[in-house]
């Protein structure tokens, strides 16, 4: 069965600073998706970016982009300069392709963005 | 930008008592689904409907959980008889056919039992 891992119950960066959220995950199958999802204090799911593991590249959407390594099943966030509004709780996610679509999810990581 | 739409958005009930969440999907999404999370815990995949009727479901869907599409538009998960345990924001969710689409979530019901 997949899972995913995020090692990282919290982390705290400094306004306008980077930070790296980390993710891991164990699948046996070759196509897939990954997300993160942000989870502001309203608990509303938001999606940040996703990346096919099909592709190479990484994805990217402003501020914010992925280090994907499919080899190391690894698929960590980065948030360039950090604004007060980052702040959330932030959770990868790993779409199978097998059974409907269904997202199997990492406990989350909480990110604090200090002024 | 279209949206998944959920009411209420907060929900206190007693224990033992049936409760009915609702959600609007996407008009054109064809596969509709039901998370929860219970606070402080991980995301939990509920169940997921394609063409009227269930297509997975999860351990935690159990005889207590129904889902329906009743005009076409709605999409509803229907709890019988509610727990304490049940108490958790459940998320409604939509996704188009194809494989490249995402997934689209509502803001969430909050459910209490009390």
């Known amino acids: 069965a997949q899972t995913v891992t995020q090692s990282q119950p919290e982390m705290s960066v400094q306004e306008a600073e980077t930070v790296t959220l980390s993710c891991t995950y164990d699948?046996?199958?070759?196509?897939?998706?990954l997300f993160w999802y942000k989870q502001p204090p309203s608990r509303q799911m938001i999606l940040v970016i996703r990346?096919?593991?099909?592709k190479q590249q990484n994805a990217t959407e402003n501020r914010f982009s992925v280090n994907f390594q499919k080899a190391a099943k690894s698929f960590s966030l980065k948030i360039s300069d950090s604004q007060l509004g980052d702040a959330a709780m932030y959770f990868c996610?790993?779409?199978?392709?097998?059974?409907?679509?269904?997202?199997?999810w990492g406990a989350g990581t909480k990110l604090i963005i200090k002024p | 930008e279209p949206e998944v739409t959920q009411t209420p958005s907060h929900q206190v009930t007693q224990m033992g008592q049936e409760v009915i969440l609702r959600c609007v999907p996407i008009?054109?999404?064809?596969?509709f689904y039901w998370y929860r999370q219970i606070l402080g815990q991980k995301v939990e995949f509920l169940v997921s409907?394609?063409?009227?009727?269930?297509?997975?479901k999860s351990e935690i869907f159990d005889d207590q959980f129904s889902v329906e599409r009743p005009d076409g538009s709605n999409f509803t998960l229907k709890i019988r008889s509610t727990k304490l345990e049940d108490s958790a924001m459940y998320f409604c969710?939509?996704?188009?056919?194809?494989?490249?689409?995402?997934?689209?979530f509502g803001s969430g019901t909050r459910l209490t039992v009390v």
């Open positions: 990346q096919e593991a099909y």
């Open positions: 008009s054109n999404h064809l596969y």
């Open positions: 699948t046996s199958e070759s196509d897939y998706y």
């Open positions: 409907f394609y063409n009227n009727e269930i297509s997975e």
């Open positions: 996610a790993y779409r199978r392709m097998d059974s409907n679509y269904q997202l199997i």
């Open positions: 969710a939509s996704s188009e056919h194809s494989l490249r689409g995402g997934y689209t």
